[in-house]
Structures are given as structure tokens and as C-alpha cells.
């Protein structure tokens, strides 16, 4: 009987995986969570009514470029607002123009003569610097006391006509000044004809030491420096009058639209102007139909979300249903929806003159799916989640194609990781990518240079952050939520591995065997997509448990007495039975992860340790006594619940077939099609994902692997039973 004739008569009896029960597998979760999904997404889309254009509203881009539209025609009359930043703009040219106010108040003669005297009459006073003797002295000659009194005076007076103010002009930050008097309305002056009051002192000292005579430069300057005042006084009321004054010069409309009037027509050049009616019209429709609009358009974003979600729940749906089904795996798919919408709604939300929406960093999730999931599921979710940017930034078709071309460039870098490292090889790829893309478009909209520049660099800037962020979220899930990646399998997959080594040195039989499992699974899960690097590792360390007692199986006994020999078959049985357990506890002290510690018990199932259990039943036979509980002779399980675990559990007893079976192609392929149908039989394939034409492939590979193995073993069985189950563990 040929593989085909036994596949064909056990179809019936291998049934796929139900996945049902329990929440991650829930159909109502899952339910729950897609439309949550398309709610979250559509509440970023351009709903509200204050913010949705008509479908003729000009891009940014359009700016200085012919008008492509159709004629766009007033039907009602509507004031032109100007653009805030316009506004903005001229205003700033208004307040610039305008300079601070100080009110100019210069000396008066008499005034200073009526100081002077009465300070010569006290004169002097602490801290002054002339000794007081000499000072009595000089002003003790009337000659010397005019002479003083007429210097300070002439000095005085030419200060009096300078611009001296009571603030320091480094608080003033203006290039000039407006000075009012009572002779002249109000007058412009430059802030270097100004002195401020450290200045004034500098220049009075000056102007002394040039046209006094020394003996009486001290005293003139002592006298100068009390009688020195300001003559320019800071009008804060009236400066920020004349600003009030200037903003409210500046319109904010630029006139008015008349009913029936054509604000743009096809070839016309799109400016500024041109672009605000369209802006003000567009508000005006909206305030005529804001009650018929508010709903519809709620609905019709919604139903945009819906449409773009779509593509990926399609997908996984017919496509990928082993992740459709796992709720886990669609909720962090959902996830990553949901935050590039949200970055996308940003992107235009802010308020700013960069091209913020080329640091989406969508790369970012098309490489986590790629390393999490598979490439193929990478593509469809990059291309959903740039629809999704493009539909919430009205319509933007191009910023969405680059940050496609940019994800998927980034997804297929990261299709075979082999290292960390890898992650930034990827920096140079989504540059590629979203860089061509960016010159296509920019060279079509005829953008200048300085523009095109800044985009490239923040698409630069985004092909930096995007393998960071990837590294970030696979570090936050590896060690938080325990997820394994690949990245994280290679650093199991050394054979320098602690356990590893103690296993060669302490059981050689079970690591050549151990070698040899790993080879033929990673062949046969490359055969079917599954995750090979995973089957590798978990092959690795399936049989850490034997490190306790190596010597009571077969792969070990080569030159040794089978110590079984000597034991019931119930304890022989039970020995074996602890090796699972026992690896199990081993590769947790070691911090193994739990999906590699999950093929300890997975590799053997619940399978019934067939040459022990025999020899029980031949033993009660012969005795006349009760046959044994099967239950003492099977595997404690549980079954396979991945097609990684079945893998593995078929390459461990093809493993086996090698080594008591001759290398003849037939006798191999009928050993092997015995034990999967064993296998089969006793449901052991119940609980994992595994279809039948995924056990077909499985099949042929392993086939394959197991001619190019010679080494034969110890059985405990007869020839009888070799086929069936060629060894113990």
C-alpha cells in the first residue's frame, strides 16, 4: 500500500484543527474586535463638518500649478476670510513698523540753575570724591564758584537737547523709537542716536575730560552726574494704543463673492487667493448644509475605514486563516491599524510648514509583521495601513504610495532575519523606497528644490526612526508579553548552549540524535511555511530531560547492558515518562522560553510507550493476572497544539526508523506512512493546525532526509514491531 492509498483512507480520519473555545479563538471577540477596528479608524477620517472640503478642494501641492478641476461657481454670495497665516503675516509687518513711544521732556535753564545752586549750597555731600578742604576752598572764591556754576551749566545744556532714556535699550529690542513732544507730533529716531543712562554717564565723563581744565574736572563731573536726568519717557499706554490701533487696521476678509460669480476656472493658476475662496466656500456650504452633512459624513468615514480594513480581514480571512482564527494575533494586527491612523490624523492635524507626514512610520509595522507574522501578511497590512493614511489626510495619494513603496522595501529586508544588526540594513532600503518616490512626485509638482530637499531628508529622518521603533516594539514584546521572534530563537540556536554541551558530553547518543531531528524538522517545516528556525531550536533541547539518567535509552547503550533488563515494565515505563518532565523542569531553571519548552511534552503527545506496555501485556498473560492501565503507559502529554510540535514528533520517530531500518527507499516510506497513521489513529493530531495536504509534504521531506542516514541502534523491540514503533522514547 502506497503513501497516497493510506493518505487517501485516513482522509476522513484526520480532522483539522477547531480552534474554538476560550476568548483568543472567540468568534464573538473576534467580531467585537474588527469592528472596534473600523470605528477607531474612522473616527480619524475627515468627518467633522468644519473640517470637510468639497471634493474640488486644492492640496498644498496645487499651489502655482494650472486648476485641473471643473469649474467651481458661487451659489450664493460669501465673504473671502483670509488665511490665518496671511493674516498672521501682515500683521507682523504692522507691528514691526511700529516703534516703542516715549515722551521727550529736555532740560530748562532755570530749572537747572535753581538745582545748581541749591546743590552748590550743600554741597558737598557723601560719597563725593574731592577732599572736603579743597572742595571749601574752591567754592570759597566767588571767581572759582561761577566759573564752576557756568560749566555745568554749558555742559548740562547741550545733554539737555540729547535723547537720554529711563529704560535700558537692550529692553527696548527695536531699531528705532518714536519720540512725541509738545513742538512736533512725533518723530523716528535711530536707537544709536539714543543714550540710556549708563551711556549718558560715559558720555558726560567724556565730554568733562575734553573741555575741562583739570583742576576742576572732578567737581564738574560730581556735579553734572547729580543733575543728570532722562529726557526720553516710556509711554507704555500710548505704544500699545498704536498697536491696538494697527491690528485693528488689518482686514481679515478679502471682500466678498457674489452669488452666480466663478471663483475658479479649469487653467487659471492656483494662488493664494484663489485658495482661500475655495477655503471660505467651502465653510459656507458647510454652514448651509451642516444638518444633513454631520451624519453622512460621519457614516461615509466609516464606511471609508471599513472598505481599507477590508483588504487585510479579506485577506487573513482566506489567505492566513491560522491567524484570522488566533484573536491574539488579529488584535496586535488591529493595533497597528489603529496607530498609523492615529499618526496619519496627526500628520495633518498639527499645524505646521514641514511635510510631517513622511515620518508615519509605517515601515516600522510592515517590519514587526514581516518578523512576527510572515512577509506575504506584511505586504497586505503595509498597503492597508497606507490606504488608511491616505483616505485620512483627504484623499493624499501620493504621500500614501510612498509610505508604501517605504514599508514594503522595509518588510522584505526583514523576510530572513538572521541577526539584529539586520534591522538597520533596512535604514538604507526604506530611503530607497520612500526616497525615488518622493523625486517622482515632487519633479511632477514642480517643486523647488529647498522643498524637495526637506522632504527627502525627513523621509531620511523616517528611514532612521523606523528600525529603532521596529527594535523597541520586538524588545517590549519579547520581554514583556514573552513573544519569541526570530531574533530571539538565535540566541537558542548556538549548540554552545549550556545544556547543550552537558548534553553532548553526558548523553552523545541523544545529541547525535538531537542533530539529526533538527535537520529533518527544519526540512519539513521549510516544506509547509512553517516557522523552521522555531523547529530547529525546540529539536535542540526536545531531549534535555535524558541528562538525568542518559543510560536508560537506547540512543546510549551502545556497549552497555539494557538496564531495563532488570526492571517491571511499569517502572522501565515510568522512567521514560520522566524524561518530560524533567526537561521540562530543566529548561525553565535555564529561562528557557515557553514556546521552546513547549516541544518537551508536545514531541511525544499522549503516545503509548508501545515496547513497555507490550511487555506488560505479555507478562499478565503469562501470569494470569489483570492486564495493566494503558494510562501508566502513555506520554502525559499534551498533544501537538502547533504544526511545529507535529513536525517535531514525526522527525523523532523518523528519526529512529533510520537507525533500525536498512536505507532502502521502500521500506522507509512504509515504516514512515505506519507511524503517521499511528499517530493519526490515536488522535494525536487533534489539537494542532495540521491539514492533510500539509502532512503530505510533511511526509516526502522527511523521506528525503531519512536516505541520507545510515547510523543503525538498539531496539527493545522484536523485527515484528520495529515498523510500527522503532524505539522507546
Not at 480532522?15 to 472596534?36: E, F, H, N, T, Y
Not at 583739570?214 to 567737581?219: A, D, I, K, T, Y
Request: one cysteine or more; a positive charge.
Amino acid at each position: 500500500m502506497d503513501g497516497s492509498t493510506l493518505f487517501s483512507r485516513l482522509r476522513n480520519r484526520l480532522r483539522p484543527a477547531q480552534g474554538q473555545g476560550g476568548l483568543r479563538s472567540s468568534p464573538w471577540v473576534k467580531g467585537m474586535l474588527i469592528v472596534a477596528t473600523v470605528v477607531l479608524c474612522g473616527l480619524f477620517f475627515p468627518w467633522r463638518t468644519e473640517e470637510v472640503p468639497p471634493e474640488w478642494m486644492p492640496r498644498p501641492d496645487q499651489l502655482g500649478k494650472r486648476w485641473q478641476g471643473p469649474v467651481v461657481r458661487a451659489e450664493y454670495s460669501f465673504v473671502v476670510r483670509k488665511p490665518e497665516e496671511v493674516y498672521q503675516r501682515e500683521l507682523r509687518q504692522v507691528l514691526d513698523s511700529l516703534f516703542p513711544v516715549f515722551a521727550w521732556r529736555p532740560y530748562r535753564r532755570a530749572e537747572l540753575e535753581q538745582a545748581l545752586q541749591a546743590l552748590l549750597d550743600t554741597f558737598p555731600q557723601p560719597p563725593f570724591s574731592v577732599p572736603g578742604l579743597e572742595l571749601r576752598e574752591m567754592l570759597a572764591d566767588e571767581g572759582t564758584r561761577r566759573q564752576i556754576s557756568r560749566t555745568v551749566l554749558a555742559l548740562l545744556a547741550e545733554f539737555g537737547q540729547r535723547y537720554i532714556t529711563d529704560v535700558p535699550k537692550e529692553r527696548l529690542g527695536a531699531e528705532r523709537i518714536t519720540v512725541r513732544s509738545a513742538a512736533f507730533a512725533h518723530r523716528s529716531v535711530r536707537i544709536e542716536e539714543v543714550l540710556d543712562s549708563a551711556e549718558a554717564v560715559s558720555a558726560l565723563q567724556a565730554l568733562v575730560g575734553r573741555t575741562v581744565s583739570p583742576p576742576l574736572q572732578r567737581v564738574v563731573f560730581e556735579l553734572g552726574l547729580r543733575l543728570l536726568r532722562p529726557t526720553l519717557f516710556y509711554d507704555a499706554e500710548l505704544t500699545k494704543a498704536l498697536q491696538e490701533a494697527a491690528r485693528a487696521s488689518i482686514p481679515r476678509t478679502w471682500g466678498i463673492v457674489r452669488a452666480g460669480e466663478v471663483i475658479v476656472a479649469p487653467g487659471e493658476i492656483v494662488t493664494d487667493t484663489t485658495v482661500a475662496r475655495l477655503r471660505s466656500y467651502a465653510n459656507a456650504r458647510l454652514l448651509q448644509r451642516e444638518q444633513r452633512l454631520g451624519i453622512g459624513t460621519l457614516a461615509s468615514g466609516f464606511g471609508h475605514a471599513a472598505l481599507i480594513c477590508s483588504v487585510l480581514f479579506v485577506y487573513l480571512g482566506f489567505l492566513r486563516p491560522r491567524i484570522f482564527r488566533d484573536n491574539l494575533q488579529l488584535l496586535g494586527l488591529a493595533t497597528g491599524l489603529v496607530c498609523i491612523a492615529l499618526l496619519g490624523w496627526a500628520s495633518q492635524s498639527i499645524g505646521s510648514v514641514l511635510p510631517l507626514e513622511l515620518l508615519v512610520v509605517l515601515p516600522a509595522f510592515s517590519m514587526v509583521v514581516a518578523i512576527l507574522l510572515d512577509s506575504r501578511t506584511a505586504f497586505y497590512a503595509t498597503v492597508t495601513a497606507a490606504l488608511l493614511v491616505a483616505g485620512i489626510r483627504h484623499g493624499d495619494y501620493s504621500t500614501g504610495l510612498v509610505l508604501m513603496l517605504g514599508g514594503m522595501l522595509a518588510a522584505y529586508t526583514v523576510r530572513d532575519l538572521e541577526s539584529r544588526r539586520q534591522l538597520f540594513r533596512s535604514m538604507f532600503f526604506i530611503l530607497l523606497g520612500m526616497g525615488v518616490a518622493v523625486l517622482v512626485f515632487s519633479a511632477a509638482q514642480g517643486q523647488r528644490w529647498d522643498a524637495i530637499l526637506l522632504r527627502c531628508g525627513m523621509a531620511g529622518l523616517n528611514a532612521a526612526v523606523s528600525p529603532v521603533v521596529t527594535f523597541g516594539i520586538l524588545l517590549l514584546l519579547e520581554r514583556g508579553f514573552n513573544v519569541v521572534t526570530d531574533m530571539r530563537l538565535l540566541e537558542y540556536s548556538s549548540l554552545e548552549h549550556p545544556l547543550l554541551r552537558e548534553l553532548q558530553h553526558k548523553a552523545p547518543g541523544t545529541y547525535q540524535h538531537t542533530l539529526n531531528v533538527a535537520r529533518l524538522a527544519e526540512q519539513a517545516a521549510r516544506a509547509i511555511g512553517a516557522r523552521a528556525l522555531l523547529v530547529r531550536v525546540g529539536a535542540y533541547f526536545h531531549d534535555i530531560g535524558k541528562l538525568s539518567k542518559p543510560e536508560y535509552f537506547a540512543e546510549n547503550q551502545l556497549g552497555v547492558d539494557n538496564k531495563h533488563d532488570r526492571l517491571p515494565p511499569k517502572k522501565s515505563a515510568a522512567i521514560i515518562r520522566e524524561h518530560v518532565t524533567e526537561g521540562i523542569e530543566l529548561a525553565r531553571s535555564y529561562g528557557l522560553p515557553p514556546q521552546i519548552v513547549d516541544f518537551i511534552p508536545q514531541h511525544h503527545g499522549t503516545m503509548l510507550i508501545r515496547a513497555f506496555w507490550q511487555k506488560a501485556l505479555e507478562q499478565a498473560r503469562q501470569q494470569g493476572g489483570n492486564p495493566p492501565a494503558e494510562a501508566d503507559f502513555r506520554y502525559p502529554g499534551p498533544k501537538p497544539q502547533t504544526k511545529e510540535a507535529a513536525i517535531l514528533m514525526l522527525a523523532d520517530a523518523a528519526e529512529a526508523l533510520t537507525h533500525v531500518l536498512p536505507p532502502e527507499p521502500e521500506r522507509l516510506a512504509a515504516a514512515l506512512d505506519e507511524v503517521i497513521r499511528e499517530r493519526i489513529l490515536d488522535g494525536q493530531f487533534d489539537e494542532c493546525p495540521l491539514s492533510f495536504a500539509e502532512l503530505r509534504r510533511i511526509r516526502g521531506e522527511l523521506l528525503e532526509g531519512m536516505i541520507g542516514i545510515h547510523h543503525r541502534r538498539v531496539s527493545y523491540e522484536t523485527a515484528s514491531h520495529a515498523a510500527a514503533s522503532p524505539r522507546v522514547p
